[in-house]
């Protein structure tokens, strides 16, 4: 056999794969070996017909497209091992020449694990994040602690500023009432700024009772590309006003909170459970800025094929979130006016972000030789059994061993990540 490497761009190759008569006699053995179990020749039972008997009854162009596709299926792997080049999936392949018995050729296109050129991931230049909890911070949280415990009692007069009102309201654009602009019984404290600007300001002064509309211009900005910078008519039916007395900040509050005798003690905790969780966060914003940092030092071609598998998978994941909300796929697009077109541009470029990040850990991975020992692995199974047990479908995926190599080499990624942090605070 004999192979002629062709790059046809960072990630994708093609190879000519010349096969000789040796290499046809091996395939038209086995091809001849296969088809004789099927041919039916008086005499013999089928399946222990002999080959040379066989052959006498096999039609000469099945046998000769049988043993090409034997000679393809057997030598293409090997020829893309000979050229020290791994496909990411099975090559499509194309025969050019065939003469049985003395020569074939063909040719085998296939997208292949890029060569990356890693920078120095040793010194990335990425600043660590300082962890902070100011008073403002700590205000917050006592603040909605004394919202908690508010005491609410119903008043007869227009509603004030700090007032929860109970309200029903339809949203209408173009005169037609638009998807989640409606609500029955809702409790809105007014001044949160849980709605668009002009809507809580409009219920300002109103009574329980009133029944009135609010013509609102939706932000430019507003999430929902349908109803950013659109003119909106809210119906707004005033049900309940309620006066909201918020729990004075103090040691009683305290003793409220938990096992606290003091104000102070509160605080104390309230900043200790802060700075924790902004340890986390900022955790994980490092980690996220050196992978950022290591592809942007690093030349990482990205395989059309891997980036195809990644928006995929997230076009899986919103179709589930959509599916939990009750929509398609599709409706979801249209609630936030986009199109098929626009959705998958952006898509693609958050997936050749992902494919590039892979293999550059994979990358790191190999050049430090981190992996993960058998143990772990079993053990992380083992927590995962333990988190499914009311999942019988969840449990037996956790047998197949494509799910415990994937399982393996998140791990082996975590690892590699975690090695990235520890030689980048040095």
């Given at each position: 056999m004999k192979t002629k490497f062709k790059k046809l761009s960072d990630s994708r190759v093609e190879l000519t794969v010349t096969l000789d008569?040796?290499?046809?006699?091996?395939?038209?053995?086995?091809?001849?070996?296969?088809?004789?179990?099927?041919?039916?020749?008086?005499?013999?039972?089928?399946g222990k017909?002999?080959?040379?008997?066989?052959?006498?009854?096999?039609?000469?162009n099945d046998l000769n497209t049988e043993t090409i596709d034997i000679a393809v299926r057997t030598t293409v792997i090997e020829a893309f091992k000979k050229e020290e080049k791994n496909p990411l999936v099975l090559p499509s392949v194309n025969v050019t020449k065939y003469v049985p018995g003395e020569m074939a050729e063909y040719t085998a296109t296939a997208d292949i694990i890029p060569e990356v050129k890693l920078g120095n991931y040793k010194k990335l230049g990425v600043k660590k994040p300082e962890i902070k909890v100011g008073e403002k911070d700590i205000e917050e949280v006592l603040d909605n602690l004394s919202n908690s415990f508010a005491e609410k009692s119903v008043v007869k007069r227009a509603a004030k500023l700090t007032d929860e009102v109970i309200i029903d309201f339809v949203g209408k654009k173009d005169g037609e009432a638009f998807k989640g602009g409606s609500a029955k019984d809702y409790k809105l404290v007014l001044g949160s700024k849980t709605f668009i600007p002009g809507f809580e300001d409009g219920i300002i002064g109103h009574e329980s009772g009133d029944k009135f509309d609010l013509k609102l211009t939706f932000p430019k900005d507003y999430g929902v590309k349908d109803l950013a910078g659109a003119k909106t008519v809210f119906e707004v039916l005033v049900k309940q006003v309620n006066e909201v007395k918020k729990a004075p900040i103090d040691d009683e509050l305290a003793k409220k909170c938990g096992p606290f005798k003091t104000i102070e003690e509160l605080k104390k905790d309230i900043k200790k459970n802060l700075e924790i969780q902004n340890q986390h966060k900022l955790e994980d914003k490092y980690k996220d800025d050196l992978i950022n940092a290591i592809v942007k030092a690093s030349t990482i071609p990205a395989p059309e094929i891997l980036i195809d598998d990644q928006v995929r998978a997230i076009k899986d994941d919103m179709s589930r979130n959509a599916?939990?909300?009750g929509m398609t796929f599709e409706d979801f697009l249209k609630a936030n006016n986009e199109t098929l077109e626009n959705w998958e541009k952006e898509a693609r470029k958050i997936a050749e972000s992902r494919v590039k990040a892979s293999l550059a850990l994979q990358n790191i991975a190999l050049a430090e030789k981190i992996t993960v020992s058998d143990d772990l692995v079993a053990a992380k199974l083992a927590e995962l059994r333990d988190v499914y047990k009311k999942s019988p479908e969840a449990l037996k995926s956790l047998k197949d061993p494509n799910v415990k190599m994937d399982i393996k080499n998140r791990m082996i990624i975590e690892a590699t990540i975690d090695f990235l942090v520890k030689a980048n605070e040095k």
């Open positions: 008569a040796d290499d046809l006699k091996t395939a038209a053995k086995k091809a001849l070996e296969k088809l004789a179990k099927e041919v039916k020749v008086e005499g013999f039972r089928k017909v002999p080959t040379e008997v066989a052959k006498k009854f096999i039609p000469e599916a939990s909300q």
